[in-house]
């Protein structure tokens, strides 16, 4: 038990020694607040407990924009490397390319939201850039959502041939099926971070006349951090 948990702990530590998962263990801890301090003001009780959830969840989301600076110049690279990429059809190339566009039209919207509330850029709209942020966003979840459909529909065909070739060997077939796994996490999160695009661009609103609550946007959150936090798991 204590080797596990000293194995467990250096993963740990693996995770949050790169950015990508830092980011994304600080992103737990932002949508898990929400989802406290929710509970905290339905129950009524202790209302200086409730604040504190909440301006963790606000500090740790501001402090995350951070990290993004200039993040849309490596999203610019991808589609130049998109669109030099000559062995992709046409069809993938273009969609790949807007993909890309669309990441780094994101960043770029949402360093200037974060350079907003610091009050670095004056007279930007804070609000509306957000929202148009989050468009940018979701047509770039959206289009990874076909990419990784399409990508896991070779991986269940693979997993066909290798069921059906008498040859296989059982470790071929289980790394199928740890990637085919890994692909669903995948997938998951993505459609939870699809759920997020559409609260923050607007389109929930519109259809159901209101945001989600801090539970629910929370509660979609966390699930979309842990699916990462998951895949990139040292163990796993």
């Keep these: 038990m204590a080797c596990n948990s000293c194995n467990e702990f250096r993963n740990f530590t693996k995770v949050i020694s790169n950015l990508n998962g830092r980011d994304k263990v600080?992103?737990?801890?932002?949508?898990?607040?929400?989802?406290?301090?929710?509970?905290?003001?339905?129950?009524?009780?202790?209302?200086?407990?409730?604040?504190?959830?909440?301006?963790?969840?606000?500090?740790i989301g501001n402090a995350r924009k951070v990290d993004r600076l200039l993040k849309s110049s490596v999203e610019a690279q991808s589609a130049l490397d998109v669109y030099n990429n000559t062995k992709m059809d046409e069809f993938s190339r273009s969609l790949k390319l807007a993909g890309a566009v669309c990441m780094a039209l994101y960043w770029w919207c949402d360093n200037k939201v974060f350079l907003g509330k610091l009050?670095?850029?004056?007279?930007?709209?804070?609000?509306?850039?957000?929202?148009?942020?989050?468009?940018?966003?979701?047509?770039?979840?959206?289009?990874?959502?076909?990419?990784?459909?399409?990508?896991?529909?070779?991986?269940?065909?693979?997993r066909k041939e290798l069921t059906y070739d008498g040859q296989s060997d059982e470790q071929s077939i289980s790394n199928v099926e740890r990637q085919l796994h890994l692909q669903r996490v995948q997938?998951?999160?993505?459609?939870?971070?699809?759920?997020?695009?559409?609260?923050?661009?607007?389109?929930?609103?519109?259809?159901?006349g209101s945001k989600l609550n801090d539970a629910?946007?929370?509660?979609?959150?966390?699930?979309?951090?842990?699916?990462?936090?998951?895949?990139?798991?040292?163990?796993n």
């Excluded at 670095?120 to 850039?129: K, R």
């Excluded at 629910?216 to 163990?235: E, H, K, M």
């Design 26 to 59: 600080n992103k737990t801890v932002q949508f898990g607040s929400k989802i406290v301090f929710y509970f905290l003001t339905q129950i009524g009780s202790s209302p200086d407990a409730a604040k504190r959830f909440t301006a963790l969840s606000a500090g």
């Design 119 to 158: 009050k670095v850029l004056q007279n930007i709209d804070i609000s509306n850039e957000n929202v148009r942020a989050h468009k940018f966003w979701l047509a770039a979840l959206l289009i990874s959502v076909y990419f990784l459909q399409q990508s896991m529909s070779k991986t269940y065909q693979k």
């Design 187 to 208: 997938f998951f999160g993505l459609i939870c971070d699809v759920i997020v695009g559409l609260n923050n661009a607007g389109f929930i609103e519109k259809v159901k």
């Design 216 to 235: 629910q946007f929370g509660a979609v959150g966390l699930c979309s951090a842990l699916s990462v936090l998951y895949r990139i798991w040292p163990s």
